[in-house]
């Protein structure tokens, strides 16, 4: 093999790196490929690779051999401990100027750590969430790079011609920001992604147990969803998935045991909004519903002890089903607020200038949020780069007012038929919170100044002013310091 002839490497041939590979040679990059296994490059060459320009090598140094500098090579490999050794293994072959990017979904303060790690090493780093599977991975996925600035104009070229495109051609790629900006854009997309499927089963139980539909009913009900409001990648396949029968006749869904599985960044999300003080309630409540649906023994035995409501089929099907539908699109709507304060958060502490619109530009296509709904959180950022939350902007708040009753009936609905509704409700209680001027604090911080002398602020004095009150007349005069976890 010439020395200096591919433009990129990869290392990792999973489905996904695979995939990137294959996308890549057909927009005429020439990769070359390395796995710890090296048997895969072989048969990777011999079979999915056949007929391409991709170049297997069995060693570091051959891959390092290869490339045209600055070398860039795209690690695809497992999250966590295996990057980092990947890392060592690499660097020292390497020449001051040369890009590790990293495509996995590695948790953003790693990718911070490893930005300086490489920087004081004189190499530049790259970390890039990959949204869409394998089918977008093939044909065309999000990307959403961060990492070292310095790096991007020798990737950009590359990862934006194997992004997916939208409506008029602009690429589901541009840079997000340093450090780790790139893999947290990636969580909280990920976050969403698990409050967009908790509420698409939520919908669907409220439907199954509430109307008693069934799965060519849901199959119906779905299909005519995706031509509307709720477009998106996910009601597709849920569409799809209710069509899909066994070799039996019964629908597939209905054999699947009701225990899901995680891989984590829903929980680094909510993780996440706990540090930084974030009220992400409905991404919370979809990753609880996960843990609770993992306790299915103790689900059966509680199911013969416990009792709920019941009740016959609701006798409206039109109205229950719009109603639900309704609450669907307002809850997420909810979901991707509560997204967006996060970012916005995160971007304070972390020193980021995210672009907000341009990261809804990067989630309509290519990745598993991908919906129409995101060209109106594009406009709204579009129209004031400075919005402080999305509910406040005209399309969002004209239509929670126009849909509320619709969005309420179907929790109270839910809680009639005894139907789990977690993140339709927190969603729902969020909406009341937020649109409330004066919330109840004003009691719990009497409670804390009580028990605590932990001390409040008035409505009549300047903010900042804190107060202490010997409540008993037992108390002393020394009050607790005031702060914030």
């Known amino acids: 093999m010439q020395k200096e002839s591919c433009d990129i490497g990869l290392i990792g041939l999973a489905v996904m790196g695979q995939n990137l590979v294959l996308n890549m040679n057909d927009h005429g990059y020439r990769v070359a490929v390395y796995n710890r296994t090296?048997?895969?490059?072989?048969?990777?060459?011999?079979?999915?690779?056949?007929?391409?320009?991709?170049?297997?090598?069995?060693?570091?140094?051959?891959?390092?051999?290869?490339?045209?500098?600055?070398?860039?090579?795209?690690?695809?490999?497992?999250?966590?401990?295996?990057?980092?050794?990947?890392?060592?293994?690499?660097?020292?072959?390497?020449?001051?100027?040369?890009?590790?990017?990293?495509?996995?979904?590695?948790?953003?303060?790693?990718?911070?750590?490893?930005?300086?790690?490489?920087?004081?090493?004189?190499?530049?780093?790259?970390?890039?969430?990959?949204?869409?599977?394998?089918?977008?991975?093939?044909?065309?996925?999000?990307?959403?790079?961060?990492?070292?600035?310095?790096?991007?104009?020798?990737?950009?070229?590359?990862?934006?011609?194997?992004?997916?495109?939208?409506?008029?051609?602009?690429?589901?790629?541009?840079?997000?920001?340093?450090?780790?900006?790139?893999?947290?854009?990636?969580?909280?997309?990920?976050?969403?992604?698990?409050?967009?499927?908790?509420?698409?089963?939520?919908?669907?139980?409220?439907?199954?147990?509430g109307l008693g539909l069934n799965a060519d009913d849901l199959h119906e009900v779905f299909a005519d969803w995706n031509k509307g409001e709720l477009d998106s990648y996910l009601i597709d396949i849920t569409e799809q998935i209710f069509a899909k029968k066994d070799d039996d006749g019964i629908p597939v869904v209905e054999k699947i045991l009701d225990t899901a599985g995680q891989k984590g960044t829903g929980k680094w999300t909510g993780m996440s909004a706990l540090e930084t003080g974030t009220p992400v309630t409905l991404i919370g409540e979809a990753v609880f519903a996960r843990c609770l649906s993992a306790m299915k023994d103790e689900r059966v035995i509680a199911s013969k002890i416990l009792t709920g409501p019941k009740l016959a089929a609701a006798m409206d099907r039109a109205g229950f089903i719009e109603d639900v539908r309704r609450a669907l699109y307002c809850s997420k709507m909810i979901s991707y607020a509560q997204g967006y304060m996060l970012l916005r958060e995160a971007a304070k502490e972390e020193g980021w200038n995210l672009n907000f619109g341009g990261i809804a530009l990067m989630w309509r296509g290519g990745c598993i949020i991908r919906s129409r709904f995101l060209g109106k959180i594009k406009e709204a950022y579009d129209k004031n780069p400075k919005l402080t939350n999305l509910l406040l902007d005209d399309f969002f708040s004209a239509t929670l007012n126009e849909y509320q009753a619709s969005w309420r009936r179907a929790i109270i609905q839910a809680i009639e038929y005894g139907v789990p509704t977690p993140a339709f409700s927190t969603a729902l209680a969020f909406y009341d919170a937020y649109r409330t001027a004066r919330l109840p604090a004003n009691l719990l911080q009497a409670q804390r100044d009580f028990f605590g002398a932990h001390t409040y602020e008035r409505i009549d004095k300047p903010r900042g002013e804190f107060f202490h009150t010997n409540w008993t007349g037992r108390g002393g005069r020394v009050s607790s310091g005031t702060y914030n976890v």
């Open 38 to 209: 090296t048997s895969k490059v072989d048969d990777f060459i011999g079979n999915e690779a056949k007929g391409t320009d991709v170049v297997g090598v069995h060693s570091i140094p051959e891959l390092v051999e290869v490339l045209k500098k600055p070398r860039r090579i795209m690690l695809m490999v497992k999250a966590g401990d295996t990057v980092d050794q990947m890392i060592d293994a690499i660097a020292p072959h390497l020449e001051a100027g040369d890009i590790l990017i990293d495509g996995g979904n590695s948790h953003y303060p790693d990718t911070n750590r490893r930005t300086k790690a490489l920087a004081d090493k004189g190499l530049q780093f790259i970390g890039t969430g990959v949204s869409g599977g394998e089918e977008g991975a093939r044909f065309g996925p999000s990307i959403m790079p961060g990492g070292s600035v310095a790096a991007w104009p020798h990737v950009k070229e590359i990862f934006q011609s194997i992004a997916a495109k939208v409506e008029d051609g602009t690429p589901c790629c541009d840079w997000v920001g340093e450090n780790g900006a790139g893999h947290y854009v990636k969580m909280v997309h990920n976050g969403i992604e698990y409050g967009d499927m908790q509420l698409i089963c939520e919908a669907y139980q409220l439907l199954k147990d």
